[in-house]
């Protein structure tokens, strides 16, 4: 990276010292990362964050939804910034409030809501209660529904347990944002059929789905997805297997159902990072998430053969947007004592948000 702007950054932070915490995604740039005080996924983040009520600045090196999490989960005094305010997530996206809420009213109409979730007084209701259940990867207004709802925000590490809690609650279950991370917690780790989940698509009348659909299905996933996991395809499988005889398929939950089903193992970017520091020298691994953490994984195993796996060029292009530039105008701003990019949630969604993580944070 630009030597100028490396300095620039090292002296910006230098002089604001531990008035400032730098947030770095395991998705970031290496140019990004190395002013990281802590690297993490989405969830470790947010309880970084939550760790350090001293720091008066938070400036986190992610997207969109995970500054909301972090601003959450922080005190009122201390002030979230994302240095490029156009660093969205498109997953997070494809749910928005007023599509969740249509949806929610129509099963709600259905009858198959209990009361204690808010559904309408019926017999019918009774033993057959929807629990709302949202990735992290979220935005607050829907964390804020699903605790309004009393549901559960779950993580890639713990998704499995996140179901298991619902379901002891009731019979069907409305996963949201991410279809796959629903679908194959469902099926690999629940032991679901694939019949079980239907697909609810926000920009169809009624969700694509009819009454008869919905009432038997156990599982309603929303039609979201991750654009970066989302590209991982069976032949990506395949055609690693066959160029390197013996390699593990190490990919993260996000990915499509039939590409984890075809990989030797799946996992969170915690998970996958715990599993090459534990693999043994010589090995190869063939990795199936974003490439920046895939790129460091292999400079950091030297000794083990770790590639991407798949050859076309996979970045998380809104975690790309936070580079040096802007977290070096970020700092800046604040050494000259402006706020820049606060992200801030209000107290209301902040409130609702925080019941369903407390919730996560309380799963057995
Ligand atoms: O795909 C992502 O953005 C992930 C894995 C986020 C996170 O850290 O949970
Ligand atoms: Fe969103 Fe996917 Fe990028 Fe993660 S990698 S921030 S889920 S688009």
Redesign the pocket.
């Known amino acids: 990276s630009d030597p100028d702007l490396v300095a620039r950054a090292t002296a910006a932070k230098a002089a604001l010292g531990d008035r400032v915490f730098v947030l770095g995604?395991?998705?970031q740039r290496d140019e990004v990362i190395q002013f990281a005080d802590v690297t993490?996924?989405?969830?470790r983040l947010a309880q970084q964050a939550a760790a350090r009520p001293d720091a008066e600045f938070i400036v986190f090196c992610g997207?969109h939804f995970?500054a909301e999490s972090a601003d959450i989960l922080t005190t009122p005094d201390q002030k979230v910034i994302l240095p490029d305010l156009a660093a969205g997530?498109s997953?997070a996206d494809m749910a928005v409030l007023g599509q969740v809420e249509t949806a929610w009213e129509r099963f709600e109409d259905l009858g198959i809501i209990a009361p204690t979730r808010g559904g309408k007084p019926q017999n019918e209701s009774i033993g057959n209660d929807v629990v709302p259940v949202t990735y992290?990867?979220s935005s607050a207004d829907i964390k804020g529904f699903v605790g309004r709802n009393n549901g559960v925000v779950c993580?890639?590490s713990n998704a499995k347990r996140a179901l298991t809690w619902s379901f002891e609650r009731g019979s069907k279950v409305f996963f949201l944002p991410d279809q796959h991370l629903g679908r194959n917690t469902a099926v690999l780790e629940m032991g679901f059929d694939l019949d079980d989940c239907v697909l609810y698509d926000p920009h169809k009348p009624g969700g694509g789905l009819t009454d008869q659909q919905l009432r038997d299905a156990r599982m309603i996933l929303w039609r979201g997805h991750?654009s970066?996991?989302g590209r991982f395809t069976l032949d990506s499988v395949r055609e690693v297997r066959e160029r390197v005889p013996g390699v593990n398929v190490l990919v993260?939950p996000?990915c499509r159902h039939e590409v984890v089903n075809a990989a030797d193992q799946v996992g969170?970017?915690e998970y996958i990072i715990k599993a090459l520091d534990a693999a043994p020298a010589g090995s190869a691994w063939a990795i199936g998430?974003?490439l920046n953490l895939v790129r460091r994984l292999a400079l950091a195993h030297p000794d083990k053969q770790v590639m991407f796996l798949d050859r076309t060029v996979c970045y998380?292009s809104t975690?790309n947007r936070i580079d040096l530039p802007h977290l070096v105008w970020a700092l800046e701003e604040l050494v000259a004592g402006r706020v820049p990019n606060q992200i801030t949630v209000d107290e209301d969604t902040a409130r609702n948000a925080r019941v369903a993580l407390d919730q996560m944070l309380a799963l057995p």
């Open positions: 995604h395991h998705y993490g996924d989405s969830f997207v995970m997530c997953m992290m990867n993580t890639s991750c970066v996991h993260h996000e969170s970017t998430t974003e998380c975690m």
